[in-house]
């Protein structure tokens, strides 16, 4: 069974940092592009950043360049979001997510809350 | 890496159709055949339903379809049922390695 389990959301101050965590199982991870996707309260969803199958490669949305770096260590199988000089309009649910064979998001986790706000 | 255009909502009667439109640009709906739609219930993660603008994920019904004309992607549900009232996003490549989300519908069974 893939799961996909994030972890280290909650309250930052705004101009503040915090570093997500996701831990992959269930399927090859070292073969997956992997993917960071998030929903503001009561709003869509909103593509964040994408990291190769080695890590070689990242993209971001524009609004998160040069303040958010994604990465990840395929020996623990994990994913990672780092974030700085984050701003109120940051707050929203970090969910994790693997960018598949299918164009697609196949699996998803269930999301952990970011809070910016003083 | 303008959000695709969704209408906010939409309904419909239980065995009904309903048809939720994703209209983008060139340079992403127009451009590529990598338009995915997604499901999400109320506190829930969203589910992948179609990918490749028309495929089906398995165990997904085939109630649920897509299609595409120019900018223009289309998810279309037929036989409505209570389960299918949700929240729908279409995605679409946008080139370079990145992804633009549609703005959402709510999808009302009445």
């Known amino acids: 069974e893939v799961q996909l389990v994030e972890s280290g959301g909650g309250l930052v101050q705004p101009g503040g940092s915090l570093r997500l965590s996701c831990a992959a199982s269930g399927f090859t991870f070292s073969k997956s592009w992997m993917t960071w996707v998030r929903q503001a309260p009561g709003k869509g969803l909103e593509w964040v950043a994408n990291i190769k199958e080695d890590g070689s490669d990242k993209y971001y949305v524009d609004s998160v360049e040069g303040r958010f770096t994604i990465s990840r260590d395929n020996a623990k199988n994990s994913l990672y979001l780092q974030m700085s000089s984050l701003r109120a309009e940051d707050t929203a649910v970090y969910y994790c997510?693997?960018?598949?064979?299918?164009?697609?998001?196949?699996?998803w986790g269930q999301g952990t809350l970011v809070t910016v706000s003083s | 890496q303008s959000a695709l255009t969704q209408p906010r909502s939409v309904s419909g009667s239980p065995g009904q159709s309903v048809a939720i439109s994703c209209t983008g640009t060139?340079?992403?709906?127009?451009?590529?055949?990598?338009v995915s739609w997604y499901q999400q219930h109320p506190g829930k993660a969203p589910k992948l339903i179609i990918y490749?603008?028309?495929k089906r994920p398995s165990g997904v019904p085939d109630r649920f379809s897509g299609s595409k004309s120019g900018n223009t992607a289309s998810l279309t549900i037929s036989g409505l049922q209570a389960e299918d009232e949700a929240d729908y996003y279409c995605c679409s490549y946008a080139g370079s390695y990145t992804l633009v989300f549609g703005g959402g519908t709510k999808l009302t069974v009445l």
């Open positions: 490749e603008v028309t």
């Open positions: 997510t693997n960018w598949g064979n299918t164009w697609g998001f196949d699996y």
């Open positions: 060139s340079s992403d709906v127009g451009g590529y055949n990598y």
